[in-house]
């Protein structure tokens, strides 16, 4: 059986990391997935941080999967209110089927 959900994804600088996962437990979100990101922006090409002695200017991927579009909206609007006009960043959301899972 599955259910609709939506997928917000943020990709953004690795230093806003811990700050933009506060956010997204203060909005109740269940979980997320970081993962390594790299790639070219209006910010310029950013290494994804493989292999280098320092990934301090590397970026990630933040998942986010959530029963309620307002949820990941809500998130999504946060974090580029605060952190996008100073630091590198995009946030989309995807309208989604999950197929398995443990809670939304």
């Known amino acids: 059986m599955s259910q609709q959900a939506s997928k917000l994804v943020i990709i953004t600088e690795k230093v806003l990391l811990r700050d933009v996962v506060r956010i997204i437990d203060a909005a109740g979100a269940t979980g997320y997935t970081v993962m390594a990101a790299g790639g070219k922006g209006s910010r310029n090409t950013r290494s994804s941080g493989q292999p280098a002695v320092s990934d301090t200017f590397s970026n990630v991927k933040l998942e986010v999967i959530t029963a309620s579009p307002d949820m990941a ?5 946060e974090v580029a209110k605060k952190y996008f006009d100073n630091f590198s960043g995009i946030a989309y959301i995807d309208d989604i089927e999950v197929l398995y899972a443990h809670m939304l």
């Open 73 to 77: 909206r809500a998130i999504a609007d």
